[in-house]
């Protein structure tokens, strides 16, 4: 390893320190800013509430056996749509590339779903697939799938077309082209793509479970809401926070480690 190289190491570990001690002393700042505004009555702590709040609701429900079923079926739902969501659209761009008269019948359809409200569509979802899982899985589905769609075909039509015609004129199949330039120069996009469709698939469940959920941290967020207890409200949206960023950084970890492995090859 040369010397250029350890001193590039040693900034960019340095670099990487620096932001996340910033990002922890910003945090810790907002923390106990809202405490301090709580505690002196400089907010409406019945609207606003503050952490030592927030902490003693979340010990409380997690004593009373209530915040990890609730916890795990907003996961569990999550986990499904933004699969679910990632294959399906991953799928449908490649059926919309593999056949281009399909891509030009559906591309004003696709414009139209994706500015859709998909809050409009829970009631249909509800009625089609009854109040539960089903109706709220779709509902994270009808936010990730168009999405996921459009961004994957979009980078499917701008591969350098001088590859695919090199391929073509050596006698490769359309399969063979897909597999061999499409699919690995849009494999970045791809990986992407996963850490966008965490955020969406927690849009599309929290209002899901806004609808028609009897259990999940979205029915706690209403729950909240009926009963005018807004650290029941706010209490849930630390946990989804916490829980985003745990699954964002598992799908950060899973695209550094495929992009890695993709370099080594």
């Not at 702590?45 to 003693?56: H, Q």
């Not at 919309?96 to 859709?116: C, E, I, K, Q, T």
Request: aromatic share 12%; hydrophobic share 50%.
């Amino acid at each position: 390893m040369s010397a250029l190289y350890r001193r590039h190491l040693a900034r960019s570990r340095k670099t990487a320190w620096a932001v996340r001690s910033t990002q922890g002393l910003l945090l810790i700042l907002f923390f106990g800013l809202w405490e301090a505004a709580g505690r002196n009555r400089w907010i409406d702590v019945l609207l606003f509430s503050y952490p030592s709040k927030l902490l003693d609701q979340l010990w409380r429900t997690l004593l009373d056996g209530s915040l990890l079923p609730h916890t795990g079926v907003t996961v569990m739902e999550t986990a499904v749509g933004f699969v679910l969501g990632t294959l399906l659209g991953t799928a449908i761009a490649a059926l919309l590339w593999w056949f281009p008269f399909v891509s030009r019948v559906s591309d004003p359809y696709l414009v139209v779903l994706n500015s859709m409200p998909k809050v409009a569509l829970g009631p249909l979802f509800i009625v089609g697939f009854g109040p539960g899982l089903m109706a709220i899985v779709a509902t994270t589905l009808s936010v990730t799938v168009i999405i996921t769609t459009l961004s994957i075909y979009n980078r499917f039509r701008e591969v350098d077309a001088g590859y695919v015609k090199v391929v073509r004129l050596f006698g490769g199949t359309r399969w063979q082209t897909f597999r061999h330039v499409i699919l690995p120069d849009s494999f970045a996009t791809i990986v992407a793509t996963l850490k966008v469709n965490v955020g969406l698939a927690w849009v599309g469940v929290i209002v899901g479970e806004f609808l028609t959920s009897k259990s999940g941290l979205g029915y706690l967020i209403i729950y909240g809401f009926q009963v005018f207890n807004f650290t029941i409200v706010l209490s849930s949206l630390l946990v989804i926070a916490v829980v985003a960023t745990v699954m964002y950084q598992i799908v950060a970890a899973l695209e550094h480690r495929l992009t890695r492995r993709r370099r080594e090859r």
